[in-house]
């Protein structure tokens, strides 16, 4: 399969995924009566940053591999490091960012864990041959 397809098919799992997760945490701050127009601003944008997150990831990782299958495999090791650090460091700015701007801190966090379950469920329902 084409490494671009698998980069889309696999951010389009995490993206259904923390819509789907953020949701039932919006949800969940509105049963407990916490519901506040901050909670689903922070969920929007905690969604996107770790969407974003994920996508630039499988980006620079499938082009290391492309790099590295070429037999440039420290080049794509030193891609793969400057990719990490660059998406932690964007990554700690947009959050500051969205707590400064008010968003809820819980609402804006939380999206962050919910990508190592979904990509678990996701493997759990993979089926086998694909």
Known sequence: MDSRKIVFRETAIIAIGEILC??????????????????????????????????????????????????????????VQLSSTFRLVAMGLLLFLGIKLGANVIALLLPLVFARPILM??????KKDA
């Open 22 to 79: 953020s949701g039932i945490m919006v949800g969940i701050f509105a049963a407990l009566g916490y519901f506040q127009w901050n909670v689903l601003w922070g969920a929007l944008a905690g969604c996107a940053v770790m969407i974003a997150n994920y996508f630039f990831m499988a980006v620079s990782v499938s082009l290391a591999a492309d790099r590295a299958e070429r037999g440039d495999v420290e080049q794509a090791k030193k891609m």
């Open 121 to 126: 469920l996701a493997e759990f329902f993979r």
